[in-house]
């Protein structure tokens, strides 16, 4: 059974610059959450896809937009960037079966300059 | 809404001892509750998770946790630290929204 898989590992942009992070989901979940985890915090929700529908937003704002694919994958897309949005983005997938239990990947750094 | 308060951002234990690791939750309707635990530049990996089953909770190598309601507490517990047990570890909650809340996360040291 293949875990959660995310890309790139690491990612350098700049200020105002656009970046695309993806996920793939383990076998057999078709739910897929984001989380931005800032240096020495915990984990903050952005959004949850299930069935390629948003479902569910934290407090986020809408330059912070996603996708979810047929084969449950996913996207995070960030606009305008800027240094605060410099984090580690955990994806994290789940199954209706296990009481939302989600597993994550092993994140992408991404650092804006 | 619901939150997560961990007490206590940094513990430290010598190799042996106990590791007793602080959660309290805040929730409006009953929880699912989770501990997570994370090594440097990695993600996080589930060790262990209430939900609404036995109150006693045993996870992956060696953790275990108690979820007290009336207490609104959900502490994480080894009976004898090793050392690759040093590693930041995540109380989070959720309920039937499927969002997790974490908590700020405890950093544990071990001694040898």
């Known amino acids: 059974e293949t875990g959660v898989t995310q890309s790139p590992t690491h990612l350098i942009k700049t200020r105002g610059q656009q970046v695309t992070l993806r996920c793939s989901s383990q076998?057999?979940?078709?739910?897929v959450s984001w989380y931005q985890q800032a240096l020495g915090q915990g984990p903050q929700f952005i959004f949850q896809y299930y069935r390629e529908e948003e479902n569910g937003r934290g407090n986020f704002p809408p330059r912070f937009s996603g996708l979810q694919f047929p084969n449950y994958s996913s996207e995070l897309n960030v606009n305008a960037l800027e240094l605060d949005d410099s984090a580690l983005y955990l994806c994290a997938s789940s199954s209706g079966q296990e009481f939302n239990t989600q597993y994550f990947g092993p994140g992408t750094r991404l650092t804006v300059l | 809404a619901q939150s997560v308060t961990q007490l206590g951002s940094h513990v430290s234990v010598s190799e042996g001892a106990l590791v007793l690791l602080r959660c309290n939750y805040s929730s409006s309707v009953p929880p699912y509750l989770f501990w997570y635990v994370q090594y440097p530049n990695q993600g996080l990996q589930l060790l262990l998770k209430?939900?609404?089953?036995?109150?006693l909770v045993k996870g992956i190598n060696g953790f275990e946790a108690e979820f007290k309601k009336s207490e609104t507490s959900f502490h994480l517990t080894k009976p004898s630290a090793h050392m690759s047990d040093a590693a930041e570890y995540f109380c989070a909650v959720s309920t039937n929204d499927y969002k997790l809340s974490f908590g700020a996360g405890t950093t544990v040291t071990v001694r040898a």
């Open positions: 209430y939900t609404s089953a036995a109150t």
């Open positions: 076998s057999g979940h078709n739910t």
